[in-house]
């Protein structure tokens, strides 16, 4: 089970941090990764780390911005998400995958519930 929280209300220029907590058999999550969708548009991937070594990959339009880090004590993620723009106003979800070096978005099969994010000009 996935537990997303941190979303929030911020104006352009803002900062938000994400947490993502993880329940259940830690041993069957590879990679978690953040995603996030407007209404109307499709879910689209953000960022992802890798459980087994930390290494990670974010989207060229959130480069710079967000960094993606992991506490593997407490099953838990966090999207740090710098200088906000208006385009990152969207719920954000947290995914999981069973492999350690999905190949894919399409990899991330287990969902939590989202967490709504609004950057405000």
């Known amino acids: 089970q996935l537990q997303a929280s941190g979303g929030g209300f911020v104006q352009v220029g803002g900062s938000l941090r994400l947490s993502c907590a993880a329940s259940?058999?830690?041993?069957?999550?590879?990679?978690m990764a953040w995603f996030r969708q407007v209404p109307g548009k499709e879910r689209e991937g953000v960022s992802l780390?890798?459980?087994?070594?930390?290494?990670?990959y974010l989207v060229d339009s959130v480069k710079g911005r967000f960094t993606i880090s992991g506490d593997k004590a407490k099953n838990t993620i966090y999207l740090g998400m710098n200088n906000l723009k208006p385009e990152d106003t969207a719920v954000y979800y947290c995914?999981?995958?069973?492999?350690?070096?999905?190949?894919?978005?399409?990899?991330?099969?287990?969902w939590g519930k989202g967490t709504q994010v609004t950057v405000s000009s």
């Open positions: 995914a999981a995958a069973s492999s350690v070096r999905p190949t894919g978005w399409k990899d991330f099969v287990s």
């Open positions: 259940g058999r830690r041993e069957s999550i590879g990679a």
């Open positions: 780390i890798s459980t087994a070594d930390g290494s990670s």
